[in-house]
């Protein structure tokens, strides 16, 4: 088996590198203090073809798969957890288009999507529904005289809800059928009877906008529904499944950061008469942190290959961000120890990383439902 990269996945691994580094981590501190996303730069990863990972060239894409993906939301995770979060995220509506949009929806949505002029929402969650999909309380009705559906319901912990221009909605078109009665439908930023409803104040990812989405009589156009009637809920299973495993790569990331800055750290701060870094209790914390990273790293990768392979890959996404994000908060938590006081303040990065961290055991699943794919796999129940 061959792990290494190819020389273009190296290439685009460092043009990931310089972005973040030039890009992104200059502004995440002010993003995570004004908690406000810089479109900016969303418009500069566009520029660079980040936002076209994964769809075909005909459709404004950068072509590409799950593993060029990982690499660059990882890259952008060591320096930003907010803006990985934000490419990955983004990411998903164009993946759905891909797979279950008709060619007029291709050919209107994609360039837009992947040329960086529009930023996408993926919005299942509602107050009632979370980790339990199966509760969504949106509604669809299809009205046969002007050929549109009319929604009503509320959306909450959209992640750049308050910011997108569509927004794939999933809601109830036959509410006695549950989940089998389950849609997704493109819904635009400005359709009258679709609002914008409170942005919440969170204790990480500040800068990441997220909100509740609110439907009060909207009417879309029939033609929005992506697949068919009924098709919903395996098209939220199947998105949440690769969004997933870009959870994973961001957990990875922001991994690979707080090492590298805890290794810069321990060579420059000395105490005792000497570098921290021949501590031997601190070296363990290092060689433990790494360890963890590494084996979070690969099967993030694996997850991806199945993917690009066509191969089942639902356990393995749930296994990857489960023991991903474990690491990414276990690490955090050791950086922020090496760093002592220091890495309390607001004036360093640990701080708003720290915090950052534990919402990728939370987001796309909670660990504990991660656990329940991944035992119900493995059973067979």
């Given at each position: 088996m061959d792990f290494s990269?190819?020389?273009?996945?190296?290439?685009?691994?460092?043009?990931?590198?310089?972005?973040?580094?030039?890009?992104?981590?200059?502004?995440?501190?002010?993003?995570?203090?004004?908690?406000?996303?810089?479109?900016?730069?969303?418009?500069?990863?566009?520029?660079?073809?980040?936002?076209?990972?994964?769809?075909?060239?005909?459709?404004?894409?950068?072509?590409?798969?799950?593993?060029?993906?990982?690499?660059?939301?990882?890259?952008?995770?060591?320096?930003?957890?907010?803006?990985?979060?934000?490419?990955?995220?983004?990411?998903?509506?164009?993946?759905?288009?891909?797979?279950?949009?008709?060619?007029?929806?291709?050919q209107s949505y994609l360039p837009r999507l992947t040329q960086g002029?529009?930023?996408?929402?993926?919005?299942?969650?509602?107050?009632?529904?979370?980790?339990?999909?199966?509760?969504?309380?949106?509604?669809?009705?299809?009205?046969?005289?002007?050929?549109?559906?009319?929604?009503?319901?509320?959306?909450?912990?959209?992640?750049?809800?308050?910011?997108?221009?569509?927004?794939?909605?999933?809601?109830?078109?036959?509410?006695?059928?549950?989940?089998?009665?389950?849609?997704?439908?493109?819904?635009?930023?400005?359709?009258?009877?679709?609002?914008?409803?409170?942005?919440?104040?969170?204790?990480?990812?500040?800068?990441?906008?997220?909100?509740?989405?609110?439907?009060?009589?909207?009417?879309?156009?029939?033609?929005?529904?992506?697949?068919?009637?009924?098709?919903?809920?395996?098209?939220?299973?199947?998105?949440l499944d690769g969004a997933r495993i870009g959870v994973g790569a961001s957990a990875v990331g922001l991994s690979e950061g707080v090492i590298d800055l805890s290794v810069k750290y321990m060579h420059e701060r000395v105490q005792f008469g000497k570098p921290i870094a021949e501590l031997q209790g601190l070296r363990w914390y290092i060689a433990e942190m790494g360890t963890r990273t590494e084996s979070a790293k690969w099967l993030v990768y694996y997850a991806a290959y199945l993917q690009d392979s066509g191969k089942p890959f639902t356990k393995e996404a749930a296994m990857c961000k489960l023991n991903a994000s474990k690491a990414a908060r276990f690490n955090a938590n050791l950086a922020l120890q090496i760093h002592g006081g220091y890495g309390y303040m607001k004036d360093y990065p640990l701080e708003r990383i720290y915090r950052d961290a534990k919402i990728t055991e939370i987001y796309e699943g909670t660990s504990e439902v991660h656990k329940v794919v991944i035992s119900r796999a493995m059973l067979g129940r």
């Open positions: 990269l190819t020389r273009e996945q190296e290439l685009l691994r460092r043009l990931a590198e310089e972005f973040a580094e030039n890009e992104l981590e200059p502004v995440a501190a002010d993003m995570d203090r004004k908690h406000k996303f810089n479109m900016e730069n969303f418009k500069k990863m566009a520029e660079l073809g980040f936002t076209g990972l994964g769809i075909p060239r005909e459709y404004g894409g950068s072509g590409g798969g799950a593993a060029e993906k990982v690499i660059v939301i990882s890259e952008f995770a060591k320096k930003c957890l907010t803006s990985a979060a934000t490419l990955s995220i983004h990411g998903i509506t164009p993946g759905v288009l891909l797979k279950y949009g008709t060619k007029e929806q291709k002029s529009s930023l996408a929402a993926f919005a299942l969650t509602e107050p009632g529904a979370g980790s339990d999909a199966a509760g969504v309380k949106t509604t669809a009705r299809y009205d046969a005289g002007t050929d549109e559906y009319v929604l009503n319901g509320t959306k909450c912990f959209i992640t750049g809800g308050a910011l997108a221009d569509v927004v794939i909605v999933f809601a109830l078109t036959n509410p006695e059928l549950g989940t089998k009665g389950l849609s997704a439908i493109l819904v635009e930023k400005g359709t009258p009877g679709f609002a914008g409803g409170k942005v919440e104040e969170k204790m990480g990812l500040c800068g990441s906008e997220t909100a509740e989405l609110i439907f009060e009589d909207c009417r879309v156009p029939a033609a929005n529904l992506v697949g068919k009637e009924g098709q919903g809920f395996k098209i939220a299973m199947e998105a």
